[in-house]
């Protein structure tokens, strides 16, 4: 058995998945080996995968370990090359759309993807869900490796990995994204019924049942799901009917064992004004949180997108979008759309001059630079249920002064204060209280990542106050 050289590697790799496939986790491995065998090479390998994104993902991850079982098992330095080959949808329902290149398109059609776990039902786009919330198109980071395997844990085994599962993190971080992609992949390859529904439309739309009574029809609907996918609970805060419908709602779905997922702004503890028992609901599986995404996986972020919209713009550029918005994924998309939509209308290449002056505006924040001491402590005191003259006053309990130890830091941070300036305006403390404050909260963001969370969440918050 010869390939096209003098060479024929097929069994090595052949023997090297199966080593891999045991040394990986299951979802792992379903995820990013879905490559096939091409020929070889002198002292390689050529393996094909689905998109240019695939290939970076895997060269990123796995190309050494991939080149390391390779020698273990044959003695010989064999190197792999990836080639990109889009595969007929027919044949690939997985393989993402947006990832088919002109030049590719006419590819011919190959044999069954070594690594596919479930038979595949080909469906068609889900009406609630977004076609591009998939988890090909997730770029995985430290920020969010651990949310995202388990995403794709449970959309393999909906209801019985983990349920419920609560993803919560700050905004534009990809809990949407991540929630829909379990969806899509449960609705198009196992053919479950998926609900999608935001909290404020769950509330919206049980209001309507109740005023045309029609609850009956209501509860049919969520009670009959296979995965329940609900979006931002923090909405629920205070709406106590929609908050026990809910809870009957979860308990015949988790009673049923049928999958649960919900998002959150910030962590389950933090939300107020939510009855006891739902909150335990809301805990009793598995809870997850997205991060801010470091450098690197920002500028994955970028690639991708540039990849998926067929634009490509100059590696500095993309790193000076990287470095300069570091909060959330959703600005950063905002930064590519800006300068694709200055490159569709004037035709004129987008340079790193180009970029800065463009996104002057975003690299700044401007909109933080007026801000007043006296909203930072309205804005901190309503998300800890406060009230503004706590947060100002003398009481020194627990539960108001690291409240106000925080509006400290926030005002440290986007206000041009100094201490002594921001000790008066928290009810005339003096500088040396403010220092101490912001160091206690450092001390704290060592030892709690969420908290930084938090934080941005309160920016957002604070940025939102006067617009
Ligand atoms: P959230 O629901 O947390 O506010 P979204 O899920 O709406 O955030 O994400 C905001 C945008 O950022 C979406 O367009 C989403 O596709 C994108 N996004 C977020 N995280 C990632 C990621 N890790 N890889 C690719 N795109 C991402
Ligand atoms: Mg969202």
Redesign the pocket.
């Known amino acids: 058995m010869r390939a096209m050289g003098n060479w024929d590697y097929s069994i090595f790799w052949k023997e090297a998945l199966n080593q891999l496939k045991s040394e990986l986790t299951e979802q792992e491995f379903a995820m990013w080996f879905n490559m096939e065998y091409e020929t070889s090479l002198e002292s390689s390998v050529v393996v094909s995968v689905p998109s240019a994104f695939y290939r970076d993902q895997v060269v990123q991850r796995y190309q050494n370990q991939i080149e390391n079982t390779l020698y273990d098992l044959s003695g010989h330095k064999i190197g792999i090359v990836f080639e990109v080959k889009t595969r007929k949808r027919e044949e690939h329902p997985a393989a993402r759309e947006s990832g088919d290149h002109p030049e590719n398109s006419g590819s011919a059609a190959r044999s069954a993807p070594v690594a596919r776990v479930i038979q595949p039902v080909p469906r068609e786009n889900h009406p609630q869900l977004r076609n ?2 998939t988890f090909e ?5 430290e920020n ?1 490796s651990f949310a ?1 395997n388990a995403a794709i844990a449970i959309a393999k085994n909906p209801g019985l990995a983990y349920n419920p599962c609560l993803i919560y ?10 929630m829909q992609a379990i969806g899509n992949l449960s609705w198009k390859e196992r053919g479950n019924k998926v609900i999608y529904i935001t909290a404020e439309n769950f509330t919206n739309e049980f209001v309507d049942a109740i005023k045309t009574s029609t609850t009956q029809k209501f509860k049919n609907k969520y009670r009959t799901a296979d995965v329940l996918l609900i ?2 609970i923090h909405f629920l805060q205070k709406k106590n009917e929609t908050q026990e419908e809910l809870f009957h709602t979860f308990n015949a779905l988790y009673d049923a064992s049928k999958q649960i997922i919900f ?1 959150c ?1 910030r962590p389950v503890s933090e939300l107020k004004n939510l009855s006891e028992r739902l909150r335990s609901r809301f805990e009793r599986g598995l809870t997850v949180d ?1 991060l801010p ?1 470091s450098y690197e ?1 920002r500028c994955a ?1 970028l690639s ?2 540039l990849e998926q919209r067929g634009v490509s713009i100059p590696q500095e550029v993309i790193n000076l979008i990287a470095k300069n918005i570091s909060s ?3 600005d ?2 905002a930064s590519l759309t800006k300068l694709i939509a200055y490159f569709e209308l004037t035709k004129k290449p987008v340079t790193l001059e180009v970029a800065q002056q463009q996104l002057r505006d975003s690299f700044g924040s401007p909109r933080q630079k007026n801000v007043t001491v006296e909203t930072i402590q309205k804005v901190v005191a309503e998300y800890f249920s406060l009230s503004y003259a706590d947060i100002r006053g003398k009481k020194r309990t627990k539960a108001i002064s690291f409240p106000r130890q925080l509006a400290m830091f926030i005002a440290r941070e986007i206000t041009e204060y100094s201490t002594t300036e921001l000790g008066i305006e928290f009810g005339g403390r003096d500088h040396s209280t403010v220092m101490h404050g912001c160091q206690k909260i450092e001390e704290r963001l060592k030892a709690e990542p969420t908290l930084e969370m938090t934080i941005n969440k309160i920016k957002e918050l604070i940025k939102d106050y006067n617009s």
């Open positions: 591009d919330y198109n997730f770029v995985i980071g969010n995202a993190g700050g905004v534009g971080l990809g809990k949407t994204h991540l979006d931002d998002t702004d997205l995404p996986t972020i991708m997108k959330n994924v959703r950063l998309e």
